[in-house]
Structure formats: C-alpha cells, structure tokens
C-alpha cells in the first residue's frame, strides 16, 4: 500500500510564491504516474499538473506558465512549483499516485491573500 505525504501549503500574498512537496512510500514511484489536483471550497476537484513516469508534463490551463511539476525519484517525491499566485489558487492541494491503482495523499492547504 501506497502512502502519500504532501508539505510545503500555508498562506502567501497574491504574487508570491509556495512549493508543494508529497513524499511517497513503497517502490513503484519512478513507474507511476504523479499529479497534483486542488479543491476550491464549493467546487470540485481539478487536475492542476500531471507528471509520467518519463517526465512528461501537462498543466491546467489556469496554472500554464506559473507552475512547474517535478520529480525527484531518488527520493521519492514529486513537487509543484508554484509562482505568481492569485487567490483563485486557493484551496486543498492533493498529490495522486496513479499505477495499477490510485493513491490520494491527505490534502494540504494553499490560501491566497489579496
């Protein structure tokens, strides 16, 4: 069993910046498919960033050009870059492990002031 840990959330201003970390267990990893999602209160939740097991990236089109995913499989850990933020950001971040089956990590708080 998979077990993801995500860190690095907390509140920034409008134009900062944060970077989302989510340490996996286990040792499929560098197999697996990596992505990062969010959930705005009220709404569902969205795919913002997708990383493969080559290192094939895809973004929402709301974060293109100011987040970056990558991944660091010596440790285990995929990370989400994420700069000139805007309120419309925040939200319950969650990393997402895809191979045979899903992994969801607990969720981690981003909140945007502006």
């Known amino acids: 069993q998979v077990h993801l840990v995500e860190s690095g959330g907390g509140l920034v201003q409008a134009g900062g910046t944060l970077r989302l970390s989510c340490a996996a267990s286990g040792s499929i990893f560098s197999r697996a498919v990596m992505g990062w999602y969010r959930q705005a209160p009220g709404k569902q939740r969205e795919l913002v960033a997708v990383?493969?097991?080559?290192?094939?990236?895809n973004y929402a089109d709301s974060v293109k050009g100011r987040f970056t995913i990558s991944r660091d499989n010596a440790k285990n850990t995929v990370y989400l870059q994420m700069n000139s933020l805007k309120p419309e950001d925040t939200g319950v971040y969650y990393c997402?492990?895809?191979?045979?089956?899903?992994?969801w990590g607990q969720g981690i708080q981003v909140t945007v002031s502006s």
């Open positions: 990383i493969t097991s080559t290192s094939n990236t």
């Open positions: 997402n492990l895809k191979f045979v089956g899903v992994a």
